[in-house]
Structures are given as structure tokens and as C-alpha cells.
């Protein structure tokens, strides 16, 4: 019979409001380390001193492991010493009540299951306090929205699962040096192996990106007006979407959804933009492929979501919904930074846009996909003679470019010279800036405006050179 027998069990704790806990398993650990150090092994990777409930028990935890990480003995007297020097010797009842842990264990074989039992009870514990949290904060929402409670909410319950896996997460590199060479000898040999990227669409930009976009990846597009980064990110969507079959997720904050939808059917359909906005003009070759378009695109996994202002809060939430609504998502859009609000307007304006691109490239890591940012470059490019944007022409924020795991810039030259000859009228240039672990360069593309489409600059046609317009082509 010992002091622990008064506790009540798991059903009476329960009936009694007693936060989960197991103050014998706490007991038993405690003994059995102190009887032998070198069980220490079996829960160190899983537990440490908060999760212990009652407080002297919290104390002698962290004495033991004190003791022990610093390579001496840990046992009831040099732990007591311990306690001792540090002013905690009567907070844990004096060194008759350590004594009596080593008495409670006559055998340090099951550390390992009361260590699990003593983390799950801290996890139980852990969340029933979160759900406290959230409970305050909905009933003292202190002017936030609904969307952004429920987003912190969100991320705690998160955190929780997160932090409730302990195990060994050390990869030897034996094991990962042969699994490696074991995804090459597959790719090598065209064996049918799950891609660790997902490609654009655009051969001549995934060669530049070694494959594609990783999961997880938080990539800038950025350009000026006019230059057709809208257009370009939704053709990599497309691809994602139709092509490969994978869930897509499109912020639109700049246009409404039905003009996406439209420039998606004038791509697909091989339609001029014009006739698809203004009915009256189709003719009637338009409709046997405004058809086929339409039976493509209702089958794509492609989600729009065209609410203007919204806050990294509110996208993370429906991005997660989405996904499990849907499903791992492919790719993630958003279109553009300088429309999105800030959680707190009050703040900076680079603060604001730091939290943003660290929220989204959290939110990629999270859902293990690539996140695709557009973002507007400074007014200051316009002033130099060579007006391809660099890293610097970025916004308002240096976080912007320390956070992306790829920036990417796009140039048209025939939209800032428009007196160009003709065969610049399709060109348009990538500028891959920064590319983790890759090796930063320039892509020519086909920018098909009439389709508000992105290709591959073809192999047979020479890239533009002439800077004159021949005078017969004017007004043409």
C-alpha cells in the first residue's frame, strides 16, 4: 500500500473533472531511472518535464536528466543534492519522498510503456487546455473575425498533433544514400516512380527548374502590369489541373472568377478572348471547340475563389478545407500579393507582407504542395534602359525574396516599346532569379495574348532580333 493507491482511477478522475494523468506511471519512472540510469534511453526521446503532472514529479525529472546529461549518477541521494542546491528540495517533500519513488519499482523493464502512458495523458491534457483557449476566444473575440479564430484554432490543434510524435526521426545516411540510388536506377530505367515535383506545362521553364515545382515550394512570379503573369500562372495551373489531374486552388483577388473562367475557354477552345467576352461575336466555326472546351474544363480539378482582401488566416483555412474536401492539392495560386490585408492593419506595411509570404509557405509545407505567389514589381524598372526586372525591383519587403524558394520574373519588350517589329509580338522572356539549389538563368516563351495563353517558344522559329518596325506593318 502505498501513497499513489489514493488516487482515484481513469473512470473516477473523469466523473471528477481531474485533468488525464497517471501520477503511478509518473512514480514508476521516476524509480526505475534512479534504480537504473541506464534505462534513461528508453524515455528521453519521449517525454520531458512538462509532461509530468504533478509538480515535485516535474522536478525530479528534470534533476535526473540534469544529472545524467552531464554524465554522473542520478540516484536518491545526489539527485536530493541536486534539488538541494537549487532550492527545490522542500517543494518535492525532502529526501523521504524521493526515497520512497525508488522504492515504489522493483523492476525498470516497463519504463518504456509508462513513459507512453504518462505522454498520452500530457497530450490529453495539452488539448484540453487548447480547447479552453478556443473556447475564451470565442466568447471574447476582441474585434477578430470569425475566420481568424477559427484559423488559430486550427493551428493549435495542429501543434498538438505535431508534438505528440516523438519517435526517432533520425534517417541513417546508409538507408538514404541507397534509397536515393534506388530512385535514380528507376528513373533512369523509365520504371513507373511517383515524381517529387510537378511540372508547369512549359518544357523549356521546368528544365530550368530541374523537373518542376517541389512540394512545399513558395515561388514569386512577379512583373509589371500588363506583362501577363495572371495569364502565364493560370496556364501552370491548367496544366496542373487538366493535364495531370491534380487538385488546384486559385485565390483570385484581382479578377472575378467568371474572367478566369473565360480566358481558361479561350485557351482550350483556341478562341480570341474578344468573341468569348462578347457572345454576339462568335461565329459559328467557335462553337464545335467552345464545346470541347467546356467538356475539358468541367472535369478539371480546378477551384476558384474570387473574394477580394482576404487575410493569410482566411486562405490557409480554405485552402485546408479544400484539401479535405478534395484531396492532396497539386498547386496553390494566389493572384497577387498587394491584394491581400493584413491580419493586423496596423502593422507595417513590409510586416504585412512577411506574414503572408511566411504564412504561405507554411501553409505549403503543411499540405505538401507548391505554393505559386504573383506579386507587382516597383514602378523603378520603368527608369532603366534594360527594364527586365532583379530581385531588388521586388515591393516593400525584403522577406518577400528571403522566403521563396524560387523567384521568378516575366518581361514582354513589346509592351513597353510597342514601336518593336512584328516578330516580337509573341515573345516573352522568364527570368528564373533565384532558385534554391538550382542554377538561376532566362526562358524564352510564346505568350498567345489573343488566348491569354503561355507556350513553349517553338524549336523551327528564330528568336526575335530586328528592333525596327518595317514601316508597311503600322496599325497592322
Known sequence: MTEFDDFPPDEAAAQLRI??????????????LMLDNGTWDHVADILVERDFYRHEHRLIFGAVAALINSNRPADVITVFEHLKRNGHDGEVGGLAFINGLSQFVSSASNLRRYAEIVRERSVLRHLIATCDEVATAAFNPSGKSVIE????????????????????????????????????QAVADGSNVEQDYTPSG???????????MRPGDLIILGARPRMGKSALAMTIADHVGYRQGLPVAVFTMEMPATQVVKRLLAGHARIHLSRIKRAERLKDFDWPGLTRAVEELRC????????????????????????????????????????TTATDPKQSRAYQLEEVTKGLKALGKELGCPVLLLAQISRGVEQR????????????SGAIEQDADIVMFLHREIVVKPDLSDEWKYHAKVQVAKLRDGEPGFVDLMYVGEHTLFKDWPEDQQLPMSRVRVASNRGT
Open 19 to 32: 485533468p488525464p494523468n497517471s501520477v503511478q506511471s509518473e512514480a514508476a519512472i521516476l524509480g526505475g
Open 202 to 212: 512549359l518544357a523549356d521553364l521546368d528544365e530550368r527548374l530541374d523537373g518542376g
Open 385 to 396: 534602359a534594360d527594364q527586365m526586372p532583379m530581385l531588388s525591383d521586388l515591393r516593400d
Open 300 to 339: 478539371a480539378p480546378i477551384h476558384i475563389n474570387d473574394h477580394s482582401g482576404q487575410t493569410i488566416s482566411q486562405m490557409r483555412t480554405k485552402a485546408r478545407k479544400l484539401a479535405r474536401k478534395v484531396g492532396k492539392l497539386g498547386l496553390i495560386v494566389v493572384d497577387y500579393l498587394g491584394l
Open 149 to 184: 479564430i477559427l484559423d488559430a484554432a486550427q493551428q493549435k490543434v495542429f501543434a498538438i498533433g505535431e508534438q505528440s510524435s516523438r519517435d526517432d526521426d533520425w534517417a541513417s545516411i546508409q538507408d538514404l544514400v541507397v534509397q536515393e540510388l534506388d530512385r535514380i
